[in-house]
């Protein structure tokens, strides 16, 4: 299993990002997706995640502005992320809870990371 993490770049602050990340490879089921960031200096953390029943997370801090998204046909997540701010500025790297197979465990995977630059 491999997952694609895309859509990162340099925007300015109050701008938006659209982060795209594809799973390939055997997957029988994904149980959770989801964006996490790491800025220099600091832990890995989670940014919004969503449940195979459509249940989201976010951030305290990007609630409001950010929003995740999937299509579950494409075995494809989305971070649309708006009124983008300084603080933002991270690696961020897509993640995803899944089976293989129908007779695997859940089993975590991670993205390569895509670096979001936010200027003020």
């Known amino acids: 299993v491999q997952l694609q993490a895309s859509g990162g770049g340099l925007v300015q602050a109050g701008g938006s990002l659209r982060l795209s990340c594809a799973a390939s490879g055997s997957i029988f089921s994904i149980t959770r997706m989801g964006w996490y960031r790491q800025a220099p200096g600091k832990q890995r953390e989670l940014v919004a995640a969503v449940l195979s029943g459509d249940t989201t997370t976010y951030e305290d801090s990007v609630k409001g502005r950010f929003t995740i998204s999937r299509d579950n046909t494409k075995n494809t997540w989305y971070l649309q992320m708006n009124s983008l701010k300084p603080e933002d500025a991270a690696v961020y790297y897509c993640?995803?809870?899944?089976?293989?197979?129908?007779?695997?465990?859940?089993?975590?995977?991670w993205g390569q990371g895509t670096l979001v630059t936010v200027s003020s």
């Open positions: 993640n995803a809870l899944l089976r293989s197979t129908i007779r695997d465990t859940l089993r975590n995977y």
